[in-house]
């Protein structure tokens, strides 16, 4: 139980194109999800949260506006990287939580690997 | 906000020794430490975690211990082996996101 899926697994794009990921716990109900940027011998660093039906919350320093974030779903939760430039390019990776179960563990999806050109 | 801290960086055990990894965390509220294994371009996977009602926890060759006053957590690996050659990551629940560390790379030498 508690799989995450991500789709794509990896993209590469033209600078000043968009990319859209998808997020989705495949056999749970996610109240709550979680995006997460890792650049190459880093840590994961949140970028926001997003509960079902409501806006997202991002994390100081992340550009809302350029990083959109969609929970339309208790299955799915969706990342566009609006403008992408190369300093975009990284790993982004999605988690998911059921916190009306009473836990507050994350479950990780296998990650997006953005590359912009 | 939560600032976690994570040592050693790297860590390089023989096959069948133990291993290490400790984190401090500050805020005394926190009540959630889940340790990930991430191998390279994978996803993080939770191996153990632990809440602030325990001091330890065992699942067969790993372990988590939290010292609640001091405000930090180990994680122990025992008999190690190969395949447990990866990144670690301690994270610390603060206010229902996860501030994790920053990472500790072991390498098992046969």
């Known amino acids: 139980g508690a799989v995450v899926s991500q789709h794509p697994s990896r993209v590469i794009c033209k600078s000043g194109t968009s990319v859209k990921i998808e997020c989705r716990s495949l056999?749970?109900?996610?109240?709550?999800m979680f995006w997460y940027r890792q650049f190459p011998k880093q840590s994961l660093m949140l970028m926001a949260t997003?509960?079902?039906?409501?806006?997202?919350?991002?994390e100081q320093g992340v550009e809302k506006d350029k990083f959109l974030i969609n929970h339309a779903s208790l299955t799915l939760s969706t990342l566009t990287v609006t403008s992408a430039h190369p300093e975009d390019s990284s790993f982004y990776i999605c988690?998911?939580?059921?916190?009306?179960?009473?836990?507050?563990?994350?479950?990780f999806g296998p990650g997006t690997r953005l590359t912009v050109l | 906000g939560e600032n976690v801290e994570q040592h050693p960086s790297t860590l390089s055990v023989q096959e069948g020794d133990s291993a290490v990894i400790k984190c401090t965390y500050s805020?005394?509220?926190?009540?959630?430490f889940p340790w990930y294994k991430q191998e390279l371009g994978k996803r993080p996977q939770l191996i153990i975690d632990?809440?602030?009602?325990?001091g330890e926890k065992k699942d067969q060759r790993i372990a988590v211990t939290l010292n609640k006053t001091a405000k930090h957590f180990s994680l122990h690996i025992t008999e190690t082996q190969p395949e447990d050659s990866a990144v670690y990551f301690c994270?610390?629940?603060?206010?229902?996101?996860?501030?994790f560390g920053a990472g500790t790379q072991v390498v098992v030498t046969p």
């Open positions: 632990i809440r602030s009602n325990v």
């Open positions: 988690s998911a939580s059921n916190r009306d179960r009473g836990t507050d563990t994350q479950y």
């Open positions: 997003s509960n079902e039906g409501s806006k997202a919350t991002y």
């Open positions: 994270a610390v629940d603060s206010w229902g996101k996860l501030q």
């Open positions: 805020d005394s509220a926190s009540n959630y």
């Open positions: 056999d749970f109900q996610a109240t709550t």
